[in-house]
């Protein structure tokens, strides 16, 4: 069972930046479609971005999409979330994911077979 361990959350200015980090445990990250959601106080958990396995694949929430670049680093085995532009609706909790089967980008969590313990990320007006 892959363990994932996030990291690099904290308290942004809106228009600034952060990286996320989120390390696996096991086999090397290329094997596993990973994905980002977030959960703000008082709503659901969303989709944020996804990269799938082997080829890279990678897909964003429409909120996100030319702000936020999911990559991945096989040597590390890390993928990180990095974050531009941040707004302060972009305030959550952020939880990296891995699915072990299939080779797309899932926008569904209930897909995703692990899940890290979320790291808040704050942005001010």
Same mark, same amino acid.
């Given at each position: 069972?892959?363990?994932?361990? @996030?990291?690099?959350?904290?308290?942004?200015?809106?228009?600034?930046?952060? /990286?996320?980090?989120c390390v696996a445990s096991g086999r090397?990250?290329?094997?596993?479609? &990973?994905?980002?959601? !977030?959960?703000?106080?008082?709503?659901? !958990?969303?989709?944020?971005?996804?990269?799938? /396995?082997?080829?890279?694949?990678? +897909?964003?929430?429409?909120?996100? #999409?030319? !702000?936020?670049?999911?990559? /991945?680093?096989?040597? #590390? +085995?890390?993928? *990180?979330?990095? &974050? +531009?532009?941040? #707004?302060? @609706?972009?305030?959550?909790? *952020?939880?990296?994911?891995?699915?072990? !089967?299939?080779?797309?980008?899932? /926008?569904? @969590?209930?897909?995703?077979?692990?899940?890290?313990?979320?790291?808040?990320?704050?942005?001010?007006?």
């Amino acid at each position: 069972q892959v363990q994932l361990v @996030e990291s690099g959350g904290g308290l942004v200015q809106a228009g600034g930046s952060l /990286r996320l980090s989120c390390v696996a445990s096991g086999r090397t990250v290329s094997s596993y479609g &990973m994905g980002w959601f !977030r959960q703000a106080p008082g709503k659901e !958990r969303d989709f944020v971005a996804a990269i799938s /396995r082997i080829a890279g694949i990678t +897909n964003y929430a429409d909120s996100v #999409k030319g !702000r936020f670049t999911i990559s /991945r680093d096989n040597a #590390k +085995n890390t993928v *990180y979330l990095q &974050m +531009n532009s941040l #707004k302060p @609706e972009d305030t959550a909790v *952020y939880y990296c994911a891995a699915v072990l !089967r299939g080779f797309g980008t899932p /926008r569904a @969590e209930g897909v995703y077979d692990a899940w890290g313990q979320g790291t808040q990320v704050t942005v001010s007006s």
